[in-house]
């Protein structure tokens, strides 16, 4: 035998199909399916919108099932495998992904996929859970207060806008306009700030003549520092 017949057997050996049982796909799938339904949940609790996209989440467990089939595929046959990358490059994706977290969620339930797909449910299952240790210890760690927005519909002029700002000043620890309209017959205005004392602050602004109405709103968007 030459190295021309060695190295043609080698490379045929490649495209050998390896045999995958039964029980090992029934397997595989049962546990993605497990740890598939485990982000569902965390999901379902860690998420603070008004909305809850429901669909989304459906859509983590069964990308993560769908990637556990597409590494099975590609561990039986290496034809098959390089025909699926040359699909699977031609699909685009366009849906905008709004929040951070989502991405992140999206990635795990890829990660988890892969992981199960390749055997290694072990590293699937405690990689999970240690993901969801450091998103709960993060998410639940003081790390900064989002600010409150103040809203002020008045009828006056700029004398009025100096009260509002001694009161304000007097009880924020941080405030900044963000919005100020001034017109001939009204005033609105628009304040960012930190308060502990959110009911002296309204009262001390109703007190006022010429302000109609006092709104303070509290957001779990972005913060400032």
Known sequence: MNFSDIFKKSFLSMFAQSNISTSQIILTLCMTCIVA?????????????TFYNKNFNISLAAISMITAIVILTIQSNIVVSLGMVGALS???????????????????????????????MELAIIGSLLLTIVIFVLDRLPVAKAAS??????????????????????????????????SDSALDIVIELWTSNEDALINELNALDKVHSVSLMSHDGEVTF
């Open 37 to 49: 339904l485990y982000i569902f949940a965390v999901y379902r609790l860690i998420t603070r919108k």
């Open 90 to 120: 031609i699909v685009r994706f366009r849906t905008a992904i709004k929040d951070p977290m989502d991405l992140v969620f999206l990635f795990w339930a890829i990660s988890v996929g892969i992981a199960c797909g390749a055997g290694m």
């Open 149 to 182: 927005i103040l809203v002020i519909n008045a009828s006056g002029g700029i004398e009025l806008m100096d009260q509002i700002n001694d009161i304000v000043k007097k009880n924020s620890r941080y405030h900044k306009v963000k919005s100020r309209n001034l």
